[in-house]
Each structure stands twice: as C-alpha cells, then as structure tokens.
C-alpha cells in the first residue's frame, strides 16, 4: 500500500533537488557575470549565433502568425460586425504575447539545442577539463557570455518579430480584407501604448536568459557518450519551452493583472 507513496515522493523529492540545482547554477551564472574576466570575443560570437541567425525562423513565424491571427480575429469579429477591431487585436496580441512567446519558442528549439549539443560535446570529449587545466573557468567562458548574448539579442528578436507580425496582418488586412491601409496603419498605431511594447521586451529578456541558462544547464550536465549528448539537448529544449511558457503567465499577472 506504501508503494505508490513511496514512488510519489521519491519523484517528488527527485523534483526538487533538480530545481534546486537549476536556481544554483542559475545564482552561479550572475554571480560571475558580475565579477572578471569577461571574454568579449566570446559574447560577440554568441551574440552573432542566438542573434543574428535566428533572424529568418524569428521573422518567418511572425510574418505568418500576424497574417493568421489577422484572419482569425476578422472571422470572429464578423458575428458582431467587430471586424475594424483587426489592426488594433493584431498589433496588441502581436507586441504583448504572440510575438515574445512564440519567437521565444522559436529561438529555445534553435538555440537551446544547439548550446546544450556543444557543452555537452566538449564535456564528453575533456575539453571542458582541458578549460579547468588551463586555468579557465568553464562557466565564465562557457556559460556566461551565452546567457548575456540571449539575454539581451532576444528582446531584438522580439521587436523585429513584433514588426514583422504587424506587417503580415497589414498585407492580409489591406490585401485580403479590404481594410484601408491608411485607416489600418492609423488604428494600429492609435491604440498601442508604451507599455504594450516595453512588457514584451522585458519578457523577450527573461526569455533569452532562461533559453541559454537551459542549454548550458544541460550541457554542463551531459552524460557521457553520443546518447547522454543527445539526452541533454532534448532535455534543454522541453525545459526551456515550459519555463518560457511558465513565466510568461508569471509576467502577464504582473503586468496587466487588474
């Protein structure tokens, strides 16, 4: 009869002590993100890797996913002749939540797995030792210029996945529906606030900071060999996209919470 119990808290205990891990090693990166040496090379390379070449997958989804939501919201709107709400649903659900979480889960499958595969690679082939021998500390060089990269390109991605997404509503909405372009741009623009835009930005950051710490989490844990390498990019990716969706609600209670 205590089986199940026993089975309960051994996964519940389990749980625990691997979150305490993650806040750990989160602290840990802070912590020497604060104090030298910086390695700027390695932050430039990181920057142009998460940045730069998530462009096209960032901008793609965006284009796609304001040209659909632009569709579904004149669909629905049209039962209660609401239809001229389109720019102004496009523009607030692009800027507030579709463009941070979805380029956000763009980003954690193209660059969650790919830091975790590299880490984890060099700790199956010593490399990471090789840092500890050459008086290198494997976090500063490793980890640290990949969570800041993240951490501050991802909000660019967001903004240019946020303009993106509005375009593509604008292309179907004057293209595909009729809508004036003139009078679309003007209630895109009319409606939109500051803070619409500045909350999507901020969660952009938490988002780029959770993507990497996870791909270097499990890439510093890796097991050994090409199946634990494998484990543990699969491993960054699933725990990065539930945390984004996790701590987006977090930020959206914090942020408009009435």
């Not at 640290?144 to 967001?158: F, G, I, K, S, W």
């Not at 529906?177 to 500045?198: C, H, K, P, R, V």
């Not at 990497?212 to 199946?227: F, T």
């Not at 990716?237 to 969706?245: C, E």
Request: net charge neutral; hydrophobic share 55%.
């Amino acid at each position: 009869m205590l089986a199940p119990l026993a089975a309960l808290g051994r996964g519940t205990l389990a749980a625990l002590a691997g979150l305490g891990h993650v806040v750990l090693f989160a602290l840990s990166t802070i912590q020497h993100m604060l104090t030298p040496p910086f390695y700027a090379k390695e932050l430039a390379q990181a920057s142009l890797m998460i940045g730069y070449f998530s462009l096209p997958v960032v901008g793609l989804t965006a284009l796609f996913t304001g040209g659909a939501l632009a569709l579904q919201i004149y669909s629905g709107g049209a039962r209660f002749n609401a239809e001229a709400v389109v720019p102004t649903i496009v523009a607030i659900g692009m800027v507030r939540e579709l463009g941070p979480v979805l380029g956000g889960l763009m980003v954690a499958a193209r660059v969650a797995s790919s830091i975790a595969a590299e880490i984890g690679t060099m700790k199956v082939t010593e490399q990471i030792d090789a840092l500890v021998t050459l008086s290198t500390h494997p976090m500063k060089y490793l980890t640290v210029p990949r969570v800041l990269a993240a951490t501050l390109t991802v909000p660019v991605l967001v903004a240019v996945g946020d303009s993106i997404g509005i375009f593509g509503g604008y292309l179907v909405g004057t293209g595909r529906l009729g809508f004036n372009s003139a009078a679309y741009l003007t209630n895109t623009m009319q409606f939109l606030e500051f803070w619409d835009i500045a909350s999507g930005l901020v969660k952009g950051a938490v988002f780029g900071f959770l993507i990497a710490l996870m791909g270097c989490y499990y890439g510093m844990n890796s097991g050994r060999g090409a199946q634990g390498v494998g484990a543990a990019t699969k491993s960054a990716v699933v725990a990065a996209s539930v945390l984004i969706l996790a701590s987006n609600y977090v930020l959206t209670e914090v942020f408009f919470a009435a």
